[in-house]
């Protein structure tokens, strides 16, 4: 079949849906009377929730950090400081979410609008690697001068191993939390249900869109 | 309250233009269910696009962009849209042909080998079939023109391929 046989073929059928469909004009002025929704609501929403969730905590977290400034709550301010610091980062993404949201435009060219949509799926997982980053916080928030003077030589031994494993863990997922690494094990237990789902293939056809475009 | 003017504006154009939308939904969907959720979705994403519309801007730019965009999400979502308020008659009504003649098969055939292709280049094939003009398709999708050129070449190369396979 050739070029001509191919678009003949689609005016043979432009001419079949011009002589067959009709609009039908009750359904349509409805359609014109609904009320702005858009596609893009329950990505807007989870953002919403994240900020809303991630104040909540960094609220509560601010309280009892301010009330622990002594010489003995010290590893509890600084902990719960960092862990504040992190969730701010966090929140800093999310609005920047927001923002992207706003400026997906169906009327934009295909590939900017797809493009737009798809980094915006896909940068979800920035935030992740950068909460991954507070865990070792958790780690050591409960500690005091008084108990680390208390505390033998297993016991030093003991607190070294479990913090040292924990910044060991998250700097690793930080680095590693990458979508060239999606493909592995690791990886597709941490990321797995449907709503990472959508996020690694919203990076799959960012990639599809950088090869349409490189020809 | 939009003014009656601007209202009857878009029916006229949609009346217009009904064609490409359906065309468009078609080859996003093999689903009929979804299809009727996806001809709504991108009349109304016209409908609210249509108020800000730039008359400097070509038309069929305007809505090919609309549809294609509105189509691709659509697809990779891989589900129907949960819409505020539903229109479950069809917006778009397609009269079966009483005496299909034998281009049926053939339009058949092509509409599905379209919808085996990559969602970028099946938005390419429309465009071409629709006779646009590699300028104008460039625009539509955000690709240069000799990008356009050549992608069309290979996607043309496949479908072909895919004819050839049929009939032998």
Redesign the interface.
């Known amino acids: 079949m050739d070029d001509m046989e191919l678009k003949n073929l689609w005016q043979a059928y432009d001419q079949k849906l011009e002589k067959s469909l009709s609009l039908n004009l009750h359904i349509m002025q409805e359609l014109q009377k609904q009320k702005a929704s858009s596609a893009l609501r329950p990505l807007r929403a989870y953002n919403l929730l994240m900020i809303g969730l991630g104040i909540i905590w960094i609220s509560i977290l601010s309280f009892f950090v301010s009330h622990a400034f002594t010489y003995q709550g010290i590893f509890f301010a600084l902990s719960g400081g960092a862990i504040i610091l992190f969730n701010v980062f966090a929140i800093i993404i999310y609005i920047y979410h927001i923002v992207l949201i706003q400026q997906v435009d169906n009327s934009d060219t295909v590939i900017g609008a797809q493009k737009k949509l798809a980094s915006l799926q896909a940068s979800s997982i920035k935030a992740v690697r950068i909460l991954f980053l507070q865990t070792p916080f958790y780690g050591t928030f409960f500690y005091s001068p008084a108990m680390l003077a208390s505390t033998g030589v297993i016991g030093w031994l003991v607190i070294i191993s479990i913090t040292g494993l924990l910044v060991g863990i998250s700097i690793w997922l930080y680095r590693n939390i990458d979508y060239k690494n999606m493909h592995k094990k690791w990886f597709k237990h941490l990321f797995s249900g449907w709503e990472w789902n959508g996020v690694i293939k919203a990076r799959a056809f960012l990639d599809e869109i950088a090869e349409f475009e490189r020809m | 309250m939009?003014p009656q003017q601007t209202?009857d504006g878009?029916?006229r154009i949609?009346?217009e233009n009904?064609?490409l939308i359906?065309?468009v939904a078609h080859l996003y969907c093999s689903n009929d269910e979804d299809r009727k959720d996806l001809c709504?979705?991108i009349?109304?994403?016209l409908?609210?696009?249509f108020q800000?519309?730039d008359e400097q801007y070509k038309l069929s730019t305007?809505m090919y962009?609309?549809a294609?965009?509105?189509a691709?999400?659509?697809y990779?979502?891989g589900q129907r849209?949960a819409?505020?308020?539903p229109?479950t008659?069809?917006?778009?009504?397609?009269?079966?042909?009483k005496e299909p003649d034998g281009?049926e098969q053939?339009?058949r055939l092509?509409?599905q080998y379209i919808n085996t292709l990559?969602e970028?280049?099946r938005?390419l094939m429309i465009l071409y079939?629709?006779?646009k003009s590699h300028k104008e398709i460039a625009?539509?999708?955000?690709?240069t023109t000799?990008?356009v050129a050549?992608?069309i070449g290979r996607v043309?190369e496949k479908?072909?391929q895919k004819?050839?396979n049929t009939n032998n």
Do not use: C, M
């Open positions: 939009v209202a878009f029916l949609i009346t009904k064609g359906y065309k709504q979705e009349i109304y994403q409908w609210r696009s800000r519309y305007w962009k609309i294609l965009n509105v691709i999400s659509f990779r979502k849209h819409r505020a308020q229109l008659p069809d917006l778009l009504q397609l009269v079966p042909d281009t053939q339009i092509l509409r990559h970028l280049d938005a079939l629709e006779e625009d539509i999708l955000g690709l000799t990008n050549t992608r043309k479908l072909k004819f050839a």
